[in-house]
């Protein structure tokens, strides 16, 4: 088993920046790929950005690419979301996810456990 929580969420302005963590513990021996989701009211869970346990790969999706970096400290078993120009659509419950298979993934279903998210509010 593999816990995981998210912090660092918060209300901010439109163009402010926020940083995620996520943290941790358990089986982390078996941790390869970090994933980060976010699911806005009403909406299906999205995919953010994911990156593989030696940190060579990442994936971002699109509507994130260029504001948005994924990074990781294996050895604190923690990964981050550093959030840049943040805008009123990026409002969401944003949540991390591990990946025991290795591959980045855009697809929620690849992962094998999921923290219980941390609320970014974005107001314009």
């Known amino acids: 088993q593999v816990q995981l929580v998210e912090s660092g969420g918060g209300s901010v302005q439109a163009g402010d920046s926020l940083r995620l963590s996520c943290t941790a513990s358990?089986?982390?021996?078996?941790?390869?790929?970090t994933g980060w989701f976010r699911q806005a009211p009403g909406k299906e869970r999205e995919f953010v950005a994911t990156i593989t346990w030696g940190r060579t790969s990442t994936l971002y999706s699109d509507s994130v690419k260029g504001r948005f970096a994924i990074s990781r400290d294996n050895a604190k078993n923690q990964a981050y979301l550093q959030m840049n120009s943040l805008k009123p659509e990026d409002t969401a419950v944003y949540y991390c996810?591990?990946?025991?298979?290795?591959?980045?993934?855009?697809?929620?279903?690849?992962?094998?456990?999921w923290g219980q998210g941390t609320q970014v509010t974005v107001s314009s």
């Open positions: 996810a591990v990946d025991l298979g290795g591959y980045v993934s855009d697809d929620p279903g690849s992962y094998d456990y």
């Open positions: 358990g089986r982390t021996f078996g941790i390869k790929t």
